[in-house]
């Protein structure tokens, strides 16, 4: 069974991707728009201020469990993003998802498929999935 919302967003791009339709152009525009994501998520930081990082070293204990090991990561962020940032944040996500159903047109792979088949391995693997 198919997602109707993701095939017609996937559709939707195929029609509107006018200009840049070199698998070149795609490419680097899919890493534009991560580096742009990075940059707003950055700026909220730097700029804005409302979220803040404070990292270091992990402390992990030799004998702690699989299990347990979660509770001793951090994701050294501080803090609440404002709703400015949080819409600059997500739209460059949402250029990011633009240009990766690009992608996904030109190499014709369904970016549905792609999900599912990556929730699967998630739902497989679970905690012993380290990326
Ligand atoms: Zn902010």
Redesign the pocket.
Known sequence: MKDLICDEFQNAVSELLIRHHSILDVLSKFQEACARTNRATVK?VT?????SIEAKKRQIPPDVSLHELKDYFSSHLNGE??????EMVETELGKTLFYMAALCNLLNLNLYDIFLKEHKKLSTLRIFNFT
């Open positions: 909220a700029g804005c201020g409302c979220l993003i404002c709703p400015s940032c949080q």
